[in-house]
Nanobody, 117 residues
Framework: QVQLVESGGGLVQPGGSLRLSCAASGGRISSFSAMGWYRQAPGKERELVVGIISGGITNYADSVKGRFTISRDNAKNTVYLQMNVLKPEDTAVYYC??????????WGQGTQVTVSS
């Protein structure tokens, strides 16, 4: 059973940076079909922030292009989300997602990111 644990969230001022981590267990991220970061703000639906498929191709939401970067460390079995130039509208709970095979979806518990002065 794949488990995902996010960390790195917190309170940051506008313009600041945070790096989120998603540590996987129960499987190797190098074998996953895809991984991604999603976020959900209060009163809004969960939305894709960025996804990365096994071949390394990424898909960023327009709202974060140029500011956020996804990366993987296969040795640490961890995916990261580097978030720069944070804005108040980036405030949300951020979730890590993994797709194993074609039908098995896994989610982490989420980590809160708050951007406020």
């Amino acid at each position: 059973q794949v488990q995902l644990v996010e960390s790195g969230g917190g309170l940051v001022q506008p313009g600041g940076s945070l790096r989120l981590s998603c540590a996987a267990s129960g499987g190797r991220i190098s074998s996953f079909s895809a991984m991604g970061w999603y976020r959900q703000a209060p009163g809004k639906e969960r939305e894709l922030v960025v996804g990365i498929i096994s071949g390394g191709i990424t898909n960023y939401a327009d709202s974060v292009k140029g500011r956020f970067t996804i990366s993987r460390d296969n040795a640490k079995n961890t995916v990261y989300l580097q978030m720069n130039v944070l804005k108040p509208e980036d405030t949300a709970v951020y979730y890590c997602n993994a797709i194993v095979g074609q039908r098995d979806y896994y989610w982490g518990q989420g980590t809160q990111v708050t951007v406020s002065s």
